[in-house]
């Protein structure tokens, strides 16, 4: 695809498919790199205007200043994503002559960016820390004040983790259009290219003992807000934590065992009592079938939750756990890299406990 193309597939991306506080975000780096200006008289700049919607004024500056791409480009990195999936993944080693067949994100930095023949192709992006990449899609989305369907751009991530060893693949759709399984059919393909262009053997980075760990260990860190279990005889249930943090049911068991302790010690018959609750609550935790479990993390003694993550367990019976990333307004990259940190971190821990 052509520049001209590529533009006009980025201003109905910014127009028509993304949240306000994206496109802010995208003229807030405009403005901090000396691109463009309010102010009327500042001639050596885009001047935008606050009348025109924040889609608009990143179309503007995308018309006007080819350096706009190269900031927007870098901002697919630097956002937040809706999911994250999670892979081990021992090595990763660029191939240099497969790494031409994808775009270095500098190379939108150039004047004229003419080395730059395919303007779908992957990204490319390195440095101490991690390798990534990323993939961009051209979708056909219906607008509905339009009542017609434009094409858009749909960006992914891939992100390898140097010193986790850990690939993680960033989106923002589960279904588009009815089909539920859009992302495995948008990232498998990319999993496979990424396979033969290095060679790389992703595994199973599964998290159900990591988040039972981090619950029962992290208590001042995390905290859990909901569950979603599968029980017994195909029974299910979904159980919200409440003001005081105890998980309803269990909790409450656990709670009054606590608070009786005398009571359930009395004599041999309430200590069989106590027992039997135990028992139940002990297999019941162990044996349930978690399906999701929603957590929320704090830090440095903060009174809200930074964080909030519902984490889907072998969703859809696939062999990888789905991280679902709730508010994205206030999300990052910087924070969606704290979380895959921390399940690394305590998954250290458990192996060393082990």
């Given at each position: 695809m052509d520049k001209q193309?590529?533009?006009e597939l980025l201003k109905n991306t910014f127009k028509y498919d993304s949240a306000n506080y994206n496109s802010q975000k995208i003229i807030n780096k405009l403005k901090m790199n000396d691109i463009v200006t309010y102010k009327k008289n500042d001639s050596d700049k885009i001047v935008i205007s606050t009348e025109d919607s924040v889609g608009k004024r990143v179309s503007n500056c995308i018309d006007a200043n080819d350096n706009s791409l190269f900031q927007i480009e870098k901002y697919n990195i630097e956002k937040a994503y809706r999911y994250s999936i999670y892979f081990s993944c021992n090595e990763f080693e660029i191939n240099n002559e497969k790494i031409n067949n994808y775009i270095k994100i500098e190379d939108f930095n150039s004047k004229d960016n003419s080395n730059i023949d395919d303007y779908l192709k992957p990204r490319y992006f390195e440095d101490e820390n991690k390798i990534v990449f990323i993939f961009v899609k051209n979708i056909n989305k219906y607008v509905e004040n339009l009542d017609k369907s434009v094409n858009i751009l749909y960006p992914t991530l891939w992100i390898y983790h140097k010193k986790m060893k850990i690939l993680?693949?960033?989106f923002n759709l589960i279904g588009f259009k009815s089909n539920d399984d859009f992302y495995k059919t948008t990232f498998m393909p990319q999993l496979d290219r990424l396979n033969n262009d290095f060679k790389i053997i992703v595994k199973?980075?599964?998290?159900?003992?990591?988040?039972?760990y981090i619950i029962e260990n992290k208590k001042d860190e995390?905290?859990?807000i909901s569950q979603y279990m599968g029980l017994k005889?195909?029974?299910?249930a979904k159980l919200k934590v409440g003001k005081n943090l105890i998980m309803p049911f269990i909790g409450d068991i656990e709670m009054i065992l606590e608070e009786n302790v005398d009571l359930f010690n009395k004599n041999n018959e309430t200590k069989k009592i106590r027992d039997i609750l135990n028992n139940y609550i002990v297999n019941t935790k162990e044996n349930a079938n978690y399906k999701s479990r929603l957590l929320s993390w704090y830090r440095n003694g903060e009174k809200e939750a930074f964080l909030n993550v519902n984490v889907m367990f072998s969703y859809k019976d696939n062999k990888y756990d789905v991280l679902n990333f709730l508010q994205p307004k206030k999300n990052d990259m910087e924070m969606m890299d704290y979380a895959i940190k921390y399940l690394w971190g305590a998954a250290k821990?458990?192996?060393t406990t082990n």
């Open positions: 193309n590529y533009k993680e693949h960033r199973e980075f599964r998290t159900s003992k990591i988040i039972k995390v905290h859990e005889g195909d029974s299910s821990s458990i192996n």
